[in-house]
């Protein structure tokens, strides 16, 4: 069965400073997918990043950066030089495939309390 | 352009009571789903539909039912409320292939009383 563990509960970090939040997974599948998605305040899901399980380039948008490790089943989420607006709950996901490459489901972490404070 | 709308935002219910969740969805996607959101767990599916006319249970399907109206409505039926099941339920759709996000709804927050 699929597992995906963010350890860290809660962060608070003061603003400007650089936060790496964790996840971890686990799958028996090759083909996979990982997200991330932000829950502010206001209570709604919003998608951030995709990334496949043969991909493990890193990624940058902005202040925001992914490292994804298969090696370590990891795919941690950095944001650089936070900001108060970080503020929110982020969600890792992870996403197993049928051959015809339909979703299964997708697996939530129990989310990472993010708080910048100015 | 709405893309997932529940209905309604909040609701208290009495425990025994029944109620159906809505959900629609204008994104012309194969997939919706309904999870529910507890403190300290994340997210966990109650149920699925992959397509029109199909419908599988997730991680914590008991007490709940569902019907895939359409394509695009896709609804959660609580028989007979317990507490228990108060919670922020949340509907989510995708266009079904594993690579795609879903997209959710606002939730629900529901208490049972």
């Known amino acids: 069965a699929q597992k995906v563990t963010q350890a860290q509960t809660e962060i608070s970090v003061v603003e400007k400073e650089d936060v790496t939040l964790d996840c971890v997974y686990e799958?028996?599948?090759?083909?996979?997918?990982l997200f991330w998605y932000k829950q502010p305040p206001s209570g709604e899901l919003v998608f951030l990043i995709r990334r496949n399980s043969f991909d493990e380039q890193n990624e940058i948008s902005g202040r925001y950066s992914w490292n994804f490790q298969k090696s370590t089943s990891s795919f941690n989420f950095t944001i650089t030089a936070s900001q108060v607006v970080d503020s929110a709950v982020y969600f890792c996901?992870?996403?197993?495939?049928?051959?015809?490459?339909?979703?299964?489901?997708?697996?939530f972490g129990s989310g990472t309390q993010l708080t910048v404070l100015p | 352009n709405a893309g997932v709308t529940q209905t309604p935002k909040f609701q208290v219910l009495k425990t025994g009571q029944s109620m159906t969740l809505q959900c629609a969805q204008d994104m012309n996607h194969n997939s919706m789903y309904w999870y529910r959101q507890d403190p300290g767990m994340g997210l966990r599916l109650i149920y699925y539909?992959?397509?029109?006319?199909?419908?599988d249970k997730g991680e914590v399907p008991n007490g709940y039912n569902v019907s895939r109206l359409n394509k695009r409505e896709f609804s959660l039926r609580l028989e007979s409320a317990a507490p228990s099941q108060t919670s922020v339920y949340f509907c989510?759709?995708?266009?079904?292939?594993?690579?795609?996000?879903?997209?959710f709804g606002d939730g629900t927050r529901l208490s049972i009383l």
């Open positions: 989510a759709s995708s266009a079904g292939q594993g690579n795609q996000p879903q997209h």
């Open positions: 996901a992870l996403s197993e495939v049928f051959s015809s490459g339909s979703a299964r489901q997708l697996t």
């Open positions: 799958t028996r599948d090759t083909t996979y997918y």
């Open positions: 539909s992959a397509s029109e006319g199909t419908t």
